[in-house]
């Protein structure tokens, strides 16, 4: 075994294991840089604690097992992605986004606190990530370099911000199925595929069926989670549920339909199964947790 599966016990039969071993590991790591000096400390706090499945992070050290990267090398890169996730869904949040009141199963930043300062929390979220990641001294500066302009690419206004922008105009207008993938491909994908490229970047790997597993899953999982907002209750999802058709939102089901958005998730799956294949991962705890991904119902 890898020292990933040794460490954080991940097997066909455990997996569920993992994903409290990992929320444990980013957990801690997250405290050791936060105290609550100040208000937006606490508030970052408050936010980064909430219970989630980390699925950005397990991404990233699964692909990092692969390449045999340690756990430490891969520690900085976890943190970044799981702050920037969570600094999205803080703005994403604000009332003058989608005006939501729960999160995770607890009040939203700004029902806890005030609207000024989940929008300061936001704002020190991402360059804290940046941060932790200028600071690693486990990173050579090449690769830092590298990882960086990846990740601002992702989250700029040419990539996760632009798909929340498309996200609030779209509202207003008639969109089709190829807007809708492009806008959760900026809007969730990019940061999904920043976090199984990434380590590929340390690892001094480039295959073409990583980049295709790494679209697939972004963008599928977005088109899930549009699913689950029609179909599943507040309660199991911890956050408000039938949103979007409330809001006028242009999503993949309430425009296409149930049918056709699982065909889409299906053909998604596929393609991405076959790049594991090519890749000789089909054993891999990586894959069992992608096909996990593509089979959630909450």
């Given amino acids: 075994m890898t020292a990933l599966q040794n460490l954080l016990k991940v097997t066909k039969l455990n997996l ?11 957990n801690s790591k997250l405290n050791s840089y936060l105290n609550s000096n100040s208000q937006i400390e606490e508030a970052i706090k408050f936010a980064l604690s909430a219970p989630g499945k980390r699925v950005r992070p397990s991404l990233l050290y699964l692909v990092g097992d692969i390449y045999n990267i340690s756990l ?9 992605s799981e702050i920037i996730h969570t600094y999205s869904l803080v703005h994403d949040d604000l009332p003058c986004m989608d005006d939501d009141d729960l999160r995770r199963g607890q009040p939203t930043l700004h029902k806890k606190y005030s609207e000024a300062t989940a929008v300061l929390a936001g704002d020190a979220m991402q360059s804290l990530a940046i941060q932790i990641i200028l600071e690693d001294d486990k990173l050579s500066n090449e690769h830092k370099v590298s990882i960086l302009k990846l990740l601002v690419e992702s989250i700029g206004y040419k990539g996760m911000i632009l798909g929340q922008e498309q996200d609030i105009s779209f509202e207003g207008k008639s969109v089709n199925k190829d807007e809708i993938i492009e ?11 920043f976090c199984i490229l990434a380590p590929l970047i340390i690892a001094n ?12 899953v972004g963008i599928a999982f977005q088109l899930i989670d549009d699913l689950l907002d029609l179909e599943e209750s507040e309660e199991n999802l911890g956050k408000a549920t039938n ?3 409330s809001k006028n ?7 296409l339909g149930r049918s056709e958005t699982i065909n889409e998730i299906k053909k998604f799956h596929s393609e991405t199964m076959e790049s594991f294949s090519k ?7 990586l894959k069992i947790y992608v096909e996990n991904l593509f089979n959630r119902r909450s």
Avoid at 72 to 80: K, V
Avoid at 249 to 255: A, G, R, S, V
Avoid at 279 to 285: E, V
């Fill in 72 to 80: 430490e090398r891969l520690d900085s890169l976890a943190l970044a």
């Fill in 243 to 245: 949103k979007d058709h």
């Fill in 16 to 26: 569920e294991n993992f994903e409290v071993d990992l929320q444990k590991r980013i």
């Fill in 279 to 285: 890749l000789s991962l089909n054993k891999h705890p």
């Fill in 183 to 193: 806008m959760n491909y900026l809007k969730t994908g990019l940061l999904i595929e």
């Fill in 205 to 216: 790997m480039e295959e073409k069926e990583w980049n295709t597993i790494a679209k697939n």
């Fill in 249 to 255: 939102k242009k999503n993949f089901p309430l425009i």
